[in-house]
């Protein structure tokens, strides 16, 4: 009897300390805890249109049956109930909308451009923001600080709310040049400096959403067009005509702040041309201009303004130069070879054009006692097609000098010539295999 007493007191203690902690499947009675949207949050385009479901759940995550109230919603968006959603039968075969149902469908409309927005969402005594964020189709448009400023002066764009730039971003101008300087501490300026002839709006590439960075990139654009002070050409040709293989000058125009630079290079039309030597004072250039040049100029990249020498420019030259004849008549035979000049010791590099008239051609050149020479033969191309030799022999080419060294197949073609004694000699172009290209280069280095 005592057993029973004991083991009742005991029971009843438990439930008395069971009581105090409460039912473990309270939670499951206790109404709303939070509400879940599916998706948590929104990226629509602007005009968009998107669905999104709220649910009531309690502690557990299960779904509790409420009534649901659409709250404030933001600026850029509407949002209103899906009425089609969730439709039940009732008494008389009508489809309603049920009473105290745990869930909801709202339709979602981007009505702005852009915006980060949301809206409320209450059920239960709990409420839930959604945060919605609109891309926009249509971009706003940047503003300049000055649409037409003074060469070398600093130019800023500036971004609308809520785009910002970023260390990526590139500002193109249309008809000039531009170097991106920087951004400021807030990303919504971008400074340039832009170089002469610019025409029309300016875009800036690699822009992104302040509220959504890594959505994706955008290219900006300015309302106003841009334009600064026009520069027309780098100077003039020292010729109109001349010879294959000739040498011509690029003097740049007087008074124009242009320099040119060892870096520059030279075109005619679509035919590149080779830059031979450039003043120490950059105010001209030797060129040798292609075979084929016919009534062009010749345009000078990486040209630059004194003051603005971070900005490259592209230039042509005032008048035209056309390429005809060739002074290097006699080529086809070892006996009529023209003779190149003999080049001082360290202090000049020969380099000309010539136009790939026959199968084989010949140069003479009368080396110096001791002399070393660096030859290098290239044509135009990707790879070694056609196969052209670059070989170098007595005056009536009956015996090599040299050995084979620019005879490998490879472009360009490079040969290294040694005179202990003075020798007259020929470098012979032979076209081994393969049709002759329309053009070649020839560089030679005396090197002692």
Known sequence: MNRVTRGTV???????????????????????????ATPSSIFMFSGDVTSILVEAVDEQGNR????????????????????S??????????????????????????????????????????????????????????????????????????????????????????????????ISADSSQISFLAGPNA?????????????????GVFTLTT??????????????????????????????????NLRVRLNSAVTFGALPGLVASVAPDSLSMQVIPPPGVANTPATISNVILSFLPAVPLSLPTSNNLTVAGNRFAGKDDPATAPVLPVLAV????????????????????????????????????????????????????SAFIGGFGGATGSLPENLTLT??????????INVYAGTPPARYQIRIIRTS
């Open 64 to 83: 509790q049956g409420t009534s649901f109230n659409l709250g404030t919603v933001g600026a850029g968006i509407t949002v209103a109930e899906d009425d």
């Open 346 to 397: 360290n202090s000049d590099t020969l380099l000309f054009f010539d136009s790939s008239d026959f199968i084989d051609q010949f140069y003479r050149i009368d080396a110096p006692a001791g002399s070393n020479f660096l030859v290098q033969l290239s044509w135009p191309g990707t790879g070694a097609a056609p196969d052209i030799d670059l070989l170098a022999c007595n005056l009536a080419c």
């Open 419 to 428: 005179f202990a004694t003075a020798t007259s000699f020929n470098l012979w």
């Open 223 to 256: 309302a106003a067009a841009f334009t600064t002070p026009p520069v027309s050409f780098v100077g003039a040709l020292s010729s109109t005509t001349a010879q294959v293989g000739d040498t011509v000058t690029v003097t740049v125009a007087p008074g124009s």
């Open 10 to 36: 005991v029971l009843a203690v438990a439930l008395a300390a069971l009581s105090c902690k409460g039912d473990p499947t309270d939670s499951l009675r206790g109404g709303v805890d939070h509400l879940v």
């Open 85 to 182: 959603f969730n439709l039940v039968f009732d008494e008389n075969g009508n489809q309603v909308k049920p009473k105290n149902w745990p869930r909801v469908q709202y339709v979602v409309t981007a009505t702005g451009n852009t915006g980060n927005s949301s809206f409320v969402v209450s059920a239960g005594g709990k409420n839930l923001t959604i945060p919605v964020r609109i891309i926009p189709n249509n971009l706003a448009q940047g503003t300049l600080s000055n649409a037409a400023p003074a060469l070398g002066d600093t130019v800023q764009v500036i971004a609308p709310a809520p785009f910002k730039f970023t260390p990526a971003s590139v500002v193109t101008l249309t008809g000039a040049a531009a170097v991106t300087i920087g």
């Open 199 to 215: 025409n029309g709006p300016v875009s800036v590439s690699n822009t992104i959403l302040s509220y959504a960075p890594t959505i």
